[in-house]
């Protein structure tokens, strides 16, 4: 059974940094294209940011591109995503997916909060 | 004007059928597309229910009850979800998605009510 357990969320205040986590278990996390999406409370949902399964190619959304960094170590299993220069905007609960190209596979989120 | 525009709400009766259209902005032609369709229900991660790009081209999630369909109309340059027999337990959020240039983009949500 795949699973994603995402972690690392929590109150930063505006500027601030935080990383977040994935752990995967239930498939072969080395071979698969791992993404980050995200949903604002009450809003819809959106795409933050992707990984090949190598690690070697990434991409954002605009909204963050430059502020997020999206890495993996697939030794570990995991999945991470660095977060800088934190906006209220970017308070949201923030899904680790599998294979968003296949449809992918969900965790439950992590909540962050940007606040003063 | 958002890539993909959805209704915000759309009511039914149980045992009815349920139409959800996802609609491309101009410009992007429906045709070119793989449309993914997602359900979220309060307070739980969106599942993956189908993907269609045509009838040739298209997918559903195991366990996905057969009810749940995917079709475009391409003279309105939408994806449809259509879901039959419409069930209590089909109230949910439903997102269409598409990857489009560099990004995966979701639609704007369709909130489905079941009278």
């Known amino acids: 059974e795949v699973q994603l357990v995402e972690s690392g969320g929590g109150l930063v205040q505006p500027g601030g940094s935080l990383r977040l986590s994935c752990a995967a278990s239930?498939?072969?996390?080395?071979?698969?294209?791992m993404h980050w999406v995200r949903q604002a409370p009450g809003k819809g949902l959106v795409w933050v940011s992707r990984i090949y399964s190598d690690g070697s190619s990434t991409s954002y959304a605009d909204s963050v591109k430059g502020r997020f960094t999206i890495s993996r170590d697939n030794a570990k299993n995991t999945l991470y995503l660095q977060m800088y220069s934190l906006r209220a905007e970017d308070t949201a609960v923030y899904y680790c997916?599998?294979?968003?190209?296949?449809?992918?596979?969900w965790g439950q989120g992590t909540l962050v909060t940007v606040s003063s | 004007q958002a890539v993909l525009t959805q209704p915000s709400s759309l009511s039914a009766s149980p045992g009815a059928s349920a139409s959800l259209t996802c609609t491309l902005r101009?410009?992007?032609?429906?045709?070119?597309?793989?449309i993914y369709w997602y359900q979220q229900k309060p307070g739980s991660p969106p599942q993956y229910l189908l993907s269609y790009k045509s009838d040739s081209n298209k997918q559903q999630d195991s366990g996905v009850p057969s009810r749940f369909s995917g079709s475009k109309d391409a003279s309105a340059n939408a994806g449809i979800l259509l879901i039959s027999g419409l069930q209590s337990e089909d109230e949910a959020d439903y997102y269409c998605?598409?990857?489009?240039?560099?990004?995966?983009?979701f639609g704007t949500g369709t909130r489905v009510t079941v009278l």
């Open positions: 998605m598409i990857w489009h240039s560099t990004a995966y983009v």
């Open positions: 239930g498939f072969t996390f080395s071979s698969f294209w």
């Open positions: 997916t599998r294979a968003l190209e296949l449809g992918g596979d």
């Open positions: 101009s410009g992007i032609n429906v045709g070119s597309y793989k």
